[in-house]
């Protein structure tokens, strides 16, 4: 898959969940999204373009839900 593919995706799964208040929560949505039906290899992937694009690529849920998940 793209890497293009994966931040889209990633990105509109993030802002489903970004209406929650409680952006903890919403990063932990995020997180059970993508351990619940992406593939260990694309979550590897994604955290590995995380890195790759420190700009504004990835949303800042997205950002956060690899961040507690330990998968950078």
Avoid at 28 to 48: D, G, I, K, Y
């Amino acid at each position: 898959m793209s890497s293009e593919s994966l931040i889209k995706m990633a990105n509109q799964i993030a802002q489903f969940f970004a209406h929650e208040a409680d952006t903890v929560q919403a990063a932990r949505s995020v997180r059970l999204h993508l351990q619940s039906f992406w593939t260990p290899a694309m979550r590897n992937e994604l955290s590995a373009l995380q890195v790759e694009h420190s700009d504004n690529t990835l949303h800042p849920l997205v950002k956060a839900a690899l961040s507690e998940s330990g998968e950078h």
